[in-house]
């Protein structure tokens, strides 16, 4: 099977303009992390977005489907710090954010800081820990700060969660509240391959290895923490057109009316939705929105933001059947 080629980072990739280059980047990322996990390349490129303007994502999956190895594969090809945190029901708030250790030699305390700060924080199954422990990571999510004992650490600037939770199992979990689901800029469904996928991934990873198999796949290191930071600012600079603003809106204020939903989308949820739309043009290669973004973000944007009434709950109505039925009715602006 060839190998995908990769682009070289940011610095030496010329005049190309920057959207260019964010696309050649999105498409390497696609195909990197294509090596390792099969068949998740709208997972990995809404992912990307994520990263571009500084939200953050949560991954609902089965078992097994490869979400933390995916998020491993993403931070070694884009070469950020990575941390992983396992929650479980005895995880401390302190094992997070850290604590404060007497130093007899100075006799004062000393802040050791807990894995929270690094660049790139995979908080696996996240519901397992109860709220007070949840609320810990949320909060710097949020703030991008960390407080103890009266002083604030802040968080690096490229600081991004990546959170996962098992849609099935019920027990011995404790699911985050509305108003924490809100703080995850998407939430992404990560399904079973489809079956070609899947039949690659056990001539990959069924035969029994004796070296580091995950580093005999990802060599390459696509761009670091200088090139993401310029892309950030980049992403800032793409055209959003009234109409297309006016066609996010339509949007929104359609969840706030459907029948089948007792909770619309808020002004900030919009607001989220037109920003990772930019990013999402960046990685097309465009220097401006066009209303398929805004259509291809939506349900991951706003499928954790939307409640359904009880009677949606009855009938099996799911929450992206809902969603498909509003974006097809809001009229796209030509």
Do not use: W
């Not at 509240?177 to 690659?200: G, H, I, N, Q, W």
Request: charged share 25%; hydrophobic share 45%; proline share 7%.
């Amino acid at each position: 099977m060839n190998e995908p080629q990769m682009p070289q980072p940011a610095a030496n990739t010329g005049a190309a303009p920057l959207e260019a280059r964010i696309a050649q980047f999105a498409n390497a990322l696609e195909s990197g992390v294509d090596r390792v996990v099969k068949g998740q390349p709208g997972v990995v490129r809404h992912t990307l977005v994520a990263l571009l303007v500084g939200g953050h994502v949560l991954l609902e999956g089965n078992p097994g489907t490869a979400k933390t190895l995916l998020v491993r594969t993403l931070a070694r090809l884009c070469t950020l710090e990575f941390r992983r945190i396992q929650f479980t029901p005895d995880l401390m708030p302190s094992d997070i954010t850290g604590t404060s250790i007497f130093r007899p030699d100075k006799a004062d305390f000393e802040f050791r800081r807990g894995p929270v700060f690094t660049q790139l924080l995979l908080a696996d199954e996240i519901n397992r820990a109860p709220a007070r422990t949840q609320a810990a990571l949320l909060q710097a999510m949020q703030e991008r700060i960390v407080s103890a004992d009266g002083a604030d650490y802040p968080l690096h600037e490229l600081f991004t969660v990546v959170a996962t939770q098992n849609p099935l199992e019920n027990e011995g979990t404790y699911p985050l509240p509305e108003a924490e689901l809100d703080r995850f800029l998407f939430k992404l469904l990560v399904d079973y391959p489809a079956e070609p996928d899947e039949l690659e991934i056990f001539r990959l990873h069924g035969a029994p290895r004796t070296t580091d198999e995950f580093g005999g796949l990802i060599r390459e290191h696509l761009f670091g923490a200088e090139d993401l930071q310029a892309m950030r600012r980049h992403v800032l600079s793409v055209e959003v057109r009234p109409e297309i603003a006016h066609y996010t809106l339509q949007i929104i204020r359609q969840t706030r009316e459907h029948p089948f939903l007792r909770a619309g989308a808020s002004t900030r949820a919009g607001v989220m939705l037109l920003r990772a739309s930019r990013a999402l043009a960046a990685t097309y290669g465009r220097a401006f929105v066009v209303p398929d973004d805004v259509r291809e973000l939506a349900p991951a944007a706003l499928r954790h933001r939307l409640y359904r009434t009880a009677a949606a709950e009855l009938e099996g109505t799911t929450t992206d059947t809902i969603l498909q039925d509003i974006v097809a009715r809001v009229p796209v602006p030509r």
